[in-house]
């Protein structure tokens, strides 16, 4: 009990603390006007009230990540805690607070453009292929991962939910900002936050024993390692590339920039409560082989409908599954209007007129279609390794905006080249990846983090003008 609750408070005194600390370093200036005052067009560029743009980011960059990925991670002990609260406040916080305010200090630019200023326009190429790719495997999981859980719910086949979703995405892609996202996330963020703290109280009040089992030796019921699987596994909620496809929305729609630390950083603290509140779930109601029990018959969905009813009733059980549904709803709907934010300013078209917004989404969404045909397992395994190789890019490039401007680059630095390790020895290691033996696997991430670091120092102090970015 105590740690769940003291890792709750961390999460709040991080943000109130090194919190302020990312935001001095980046140093805001209240008196810029943001893009969505200067470039305000009426579809991506719209000013929104603060309240509304961070609820808007939370449901953004939630999706079903700090639920499943928790849930899942729970599987490798309690150090999916620890990991969720150091990665929150020094990794994803940073990660998700650049992307955003990097994205503001330059027109509400997409990620792609702001690495290829820092970068170079190969990595920029890179970037490109790496956000497209993440966010069509987003959207697909978060098209597969709601119909399930609705099947789940009503008995009605799966096919049906599928095609609704679509439907309702691709209307939510082309429309603008304020029409749907800006009028009814707000509404969707009280059912998610009934969710989170009803089954918050429902662990608290409910007579359950609340992380019994502290025993950080615990192994996965599949022996699988924890280095680097639950690094890769549970990403949302820790710290998530994924997320730096979104800020570039709501960096278009914020008043001022004394705003982005409670937008950007906040939403990320605030995901990262959810995840703990999951994995606390998976850690003190179920024993680790029973867990994976559920898993395995199909996905975490199974777990969240047995909790959700087990700690709130029937009723309350509904409406806080329907909380969980709503998460991955409001994160693919977006993630498929970032994919067309990113095509549209690769290919220097305008997003103003209607025509060229169908130009886009149209091929995009009969893509997604087709790789929506493909086993969820795939797809969630090929997400995951994504995901966090477009963080590690990321942090790097953030890391690099920091030391070309004179500042304290460390904040980036270190989480970059922990991720640089992590996603290199699981590409080594995976199923998916090059199937090395695990000690190998594990040897070459290290030195290649190590290389990596290494190269960032020389190659950014013997190019001072290397970046472009604004100041």
């Known amino acids: 009990m105590l740690m769940f609750l003291g890792s709750i408070l961390l999460l709040i005194v991080g943000y109130f ?6 935001e001095k370093i980046f140093g805001i200036d209240r008196s810029r006007p943001t893009p969505a005052v200067e470039f305000a067009d009426g579809v991506d560029y719209v000013t929104m009230p603060t309240w509304k743009t961070y609820l808007i980011q939370l449901l953004d960059i939630a999706g079903i990540g700090p639920i499943f990925g928790p849930i899942m991670g729970a599987l490798y002990g309690p150090a999916a805690l620890l990991w969720i609260v150091i990665g929150s406040i020094f990794a994803g916080g940073v990660h998700d607070f650049f ?41 697909v999981v978060f098209v597969l991962s709601p119909a399930k859980m609705l099947e789940n719910l009503t008995h009605v086949h799966v096919g049906y939910y599928v095609a609704v979703i679509f439907i309702y995405y691709f209307i939510a892609t082309i429309v603008p900002i304020d029409k749907i996202i800006g009028r009814f996330y707000p509404f969707l963020g009280g059912l998610l936050l009934f969710m989170t703290f009803g089954i918050f109280f429902g662990m608290l009040f409910g007579g359950h024993q609340i992380l019994a089992n502290l025993d950080f030796a615990q192994t996965h019921p599949k022996e699988l ?14 710290v998530s590339g994924f997320h730096s496809t979104q800020s570039p929305l709501m960096s278009r729609c914020i008043k001022n920039e004394k705003y982005g630390r409670f937008v950007f950083y906040g939403a990320m603290i605030s995901e990262g409560i959810i995840a703990l509140i999951w994995a606390t779930v998976g850690l003190s109601l179920y024993e680790p082989g029973a867990l994976q029990g559920l898993i395995d018959q199909g996905t975490a969905a199974l777990v969240v409908n047995e909790t959700a009813i087990n700690l709130l009733g029937t009723i309350g059980g509904f409406l806080a599954i329907l909380g969980v549904i709503v998460l991955p709803i409001t994160s693919g709907d977006t993630a498929f209007r970032s994919a067309r934010l990113i095509i549209s300013e690769a290919a220097h078209l305008s997003q103003k007129a209607i025509r060229n917004r169908l130009l886009i989404a149209v091929p995009l969404f009969i893509v997604g279609f087709i790789i929506s045909q493909v086993k969820f397992g795939v797809i969630w395994r090929y997400f995951g390794w994504s995901n966090q190789t477009l963080a590690t890019l990321v942090l790097w490039s953030s890391a690099f905006y920091l030391v070309k401007n004179g500042k304290f680059h460390w904040i980036a630095t270190v989480p970059a080249t922990f991720l640089t390790s992590i996603t290199v020895t699981f590409i080594c290691y995976a199923q998916i990846g090059l199937r090395l033996p695990y000690f190998t696997s594990v040897v070459i991430g290290v030195i290649f983090a190590i290389l990596t670091f290494i190269g960032f120092l020389i190659y950014a102090f013997r190019h001072p003008k290397l970046a472009e970015l604004h100041l």
Do not use: K
């Not at 390692?225 to 820790?238: Q, V």
């Open 17 to 22: 603390t090194y919190g302020l600390v990312v």
């Open 225 to 238: 390692p924890m280095w680097p699987l639950l690094f890769i596994t549970l990403s949302c909620g820790a």
């Open 99 to 139: 992307s955003g305010m990097m994205s503001v200090r330059n027109g509400g630019e997409n990620l792609p453009t702001i690495v290829g200023r820092t970068l170079g326009r190969h990595m920029r190429s890179v970037m490109l292929v790496f956000a497209l790719l993440l966010l069509v495997l987003v959207g």
